[in-house]
């Protein structure tokens, strides 16, 4: 399927072979858009609905899901107008497409608006997996996320996300009852083989 302006947010919907696998909810990088995730998406999840919205925030252009006031250093108050949006965007699109709660499977930027939806909202994913993420909030909700499935993957070399701030977030969520995998790959702020990999065998379990 193409390009949709229909519901909140631009977005691609990829109907899945198997309704019983968790549709993926892709969420791109800074100057992505729907379509970028959508060959990774389909690589770690064949058989799944894909649903992919572009970020409504302009940079320069490049679209984001959030404000930033520079590299590393987010609007928060941004950042939680936003989640809300998305999270309302997952419930429209669930009705439309018939679709159960999807895992997000997001990038840089992506990861980032992830993470805050999951703490914030809760309700809206059933799980995420998130690349290069780091800590979108300094001070975040006490969320219930029990036994929620969360894949952190952090590159060694990332220049962006320091190991501390990526052991932050997992801390953020290993604490509010989230299932949380983290591991770090010898990358950088890219993403690797060895994240299309882990994220396949992660998905492969749901
Ligand atoms: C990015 O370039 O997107 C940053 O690393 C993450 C962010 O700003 O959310």
């Given at each position: 399927m193409t390009t949709t302006t229909r519901l909140s947010f631009i977005h691609r919907f990829e109907p899945g072979a198997d309704r019983d696998k968790p549709p993926l909810l892709l969420l791109h990088g800074t100057?992505?858009?729907?379509?970028?995730l959508i060959d990774l998406g389909r690589m770690v999840a064949p058989d799944a609905a894909l649903l992919s919205p572009r970020g409504k925030v302009l940079e320069g252009g490049m679209p984001r899901f959030f404000r930033r006031?520079?590299?590393?250093?987010?609007d928060e108050e941004d950042v939680r107008r936003r989640a809300s949006e998305l999270a309302d965007f997952v419930a429209e699109a669930r009705d439309a497409y018939g679709l159960p709660a999807p895992i997000a499977l997001g990038f840089s930027n992506g990861a980032n608006i992830a993470a805050a939806t999951l703490l914030l909202?809760?309700?809206?994913?059933?799980g995420a997996v998130l690349i290069r993420a780091m800590v979108p909030l300094s001070q975040p909700p006490a969320?219930?996320?029990?036994g929620k499935p969360v894949l952190i993957l952090s590159g060694?070399?990332?220049?962006?996300?320091?190991a501390d701030n990526a052991a932050r977030l997992a801390a953020q969520l290993h604490n509010a009852g989230a299932d949380v995998q983290h591991r770090t790959l010898p990358a950088g702020h890219g993403l690797s083989q060895a994240d299309v990999t882990l994220t396949r065998d992660f998905l492969t379990r749901r």
């Open positions: 100057g992505g858009d729907e379509n970028d006031l520079a590299e590393g250093l987010f909202h809760p309700e809206a994913l059933a969320a219930d996320l029990a060694a070399m990332d220049p962006m996300v320091s």
